[in-house]
């Protein structure tokens, strides 16, 4: 079956710009997870969404960033007056607590964000 | 939140077991051990977990010392496509259930 899509693959855009990227994940799958990775770094935890629970925000760098999912499925992660530090590769994860092997996160292929 | 230590880079010959370590001794009773590895210019994927006990499956091995405050992934037989950057991971079962801290992993190459 289809994994998880992430949009667009490559941004680039300039300092103070805002830019929204984009996570479908498996069907199914109830949790949803960002992650940032900064070149040659580990990831960095950024948010999870849980079916309808409120989103554990904690791992968000500043209030520049934000994320939202829609109807349980969608998400976007919006982040605001762009800065040169927020170049990195911004992936998503998703994984399901309801059936099979719920400690196993799907990463999508990821979108590398370029901030002139 | 309990860390992960891991050397920076390890090298194996193709066709010989390799045994990537980590340490972990701050892991809390109910923290689960993950194993992750990321192919270059791919996402994370998922390679195997484990609690108290050695694990296996069709990726690899894990071994988890008897005080878990290490543990090993051990792949019998490795190849050129097992060449990534593998992270040992901590993942609470109660608490901090949602967060994987990757910390930067051991990146691992493998010669012909």
């Known amino acids: 079956g289809a994994g998880v899509s992430q949009s667009p693959s490559n941004k680039v855009t300039e300092k103070g710009k805002d830019v929204e990227l984009r996570c479908d994940p498996i069907?199914?799958?109830?949790?949803l997870y960002w992650y940032r990775q900064s070149l040659g770094q580990g990831l960095e935890f950024l948010i999870y969404f849980q079916g309808n629970s409120a989103p554990d925000k904690s791992g968000l760098p500043s209030d520049r960033f934000s994320a939202e999912r829609t109807g349980g499925s969608v998400s976007t992660l919006t982040i605001q007056r762009t800065q040169q530090e927020d170049s990195a590769v911004y992936l998503c994860?998703?994984?399901?607590?309801?059936?099979?092997?719920?400690?196993?996160?799907?990463f999508g292929p990821g979108t590398r964000l370029t901030v002139l | 939140d309990a860390k992960t230590t891991q050397p920076n880079s390890m090298e194996s010959n193709e066709e010989e077991p390799v045994h990537l370590p980590c340490n972990h001794s701050t892991i809390s009773g109910t923290d689960y051990i993950h194993w992750y590895r990321q192919l270059p210019s791919q996402g994370p994927e998922y390679v195997i977990h484990g609690l108290t006990s050695n694990v296996n499956n069709r990726m690899a091995s894990l071994a988890i010392a008897e005080d878990r405050k290490s543990s090993t992934l051990i792949l019998h037989r490795a190849t050129l496509r097992d060449a990534a950057v593998y992270y040992c991971?901590?993942?609470?079962?109660?608490?901090?259930?949602?967060?994987?801290?990757f910390g930067s992993g051991t990146k691992l190459n493998v010669k012909p």
């Open positions: 069907s199914g799958h109830t949790a």
């Open positions: 994860a998703s994984s399901s607590r309801e059936t099979g092997n719920y400690n196993e996160q799907f």
């Open positions: 991971i901590l993942r609470g079962e109660i608490y901090n259930f949602n967060k994987f801290y």
